[in-house]
């Protein structure tokens, strides 16, 4: 009998190694990603949405659009949340939901190669060891992108996300910071709008 399930699941994931998920629209889903439960790994469960762009979910199920997937380097990039600019306010998509968390047990977290931008801060920042000077990128972002317009005047900060930091959160709260956005290998000389705004992921890939 034990023989038997240990037959069926060799089969099982040897099986399930091979079966690649179909394009979204013209867009590729490189294996391990699974875009609905027949296909790929559902450990690394993304949508494709009705325009064909694929999205990448959060441990709250807040989607966020996956701009790129690298599966050679096990790294994606999905698109920072929208900064809301209704009547005025400084406050990110996901700002109802504490910002982006990745789910501890699942094989995504966030790299190091990600310059997050803090905006519209509360003083408890300053306490912390993030660059809220005059100087600091965020000052750059709000006065030069439309979408940071509005927590001009505001305390505001940037960081580098790197490997001392919480690698499972970007935080997005009361008391903290109500937006944000994120830079992958922040180039400080390029111009505001040429900044390759996004968020860069890692996975661990399966049978590791
Ligand atoms: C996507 O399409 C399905 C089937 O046509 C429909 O049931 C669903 O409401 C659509 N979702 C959105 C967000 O438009
Ligand atoms: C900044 O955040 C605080 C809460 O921390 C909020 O009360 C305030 O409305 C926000 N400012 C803007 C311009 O959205
Ligand atoms: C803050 O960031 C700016 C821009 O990168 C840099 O010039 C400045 O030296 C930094 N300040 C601190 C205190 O690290
Ligand atoms: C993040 O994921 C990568 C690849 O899966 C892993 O090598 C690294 O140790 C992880 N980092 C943290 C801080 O969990």
Redesign the pocket.
Known sequence: MALIIFCVFIFVSHASALNVCPNCGSVEVPYPFSTDENCGDTRYKIYCNNNSVLEFPSAEGFLYKILSINPTS?KLIINPPTIMQTSSTCYSSDFPLGGLRLDERS???I?SHNTVILLNCSNALLRSPLNCSSTSLCRRFEDNMEEGSACRGTLCCHYLKD?SMN??FIRARNGGCSAYTSVVDMQPSDPVEKWNYGIEL???PPNN
């Open positions: 096990n094989p995504f977290n790299s490997s690698s499972h890692q996975w661990l």
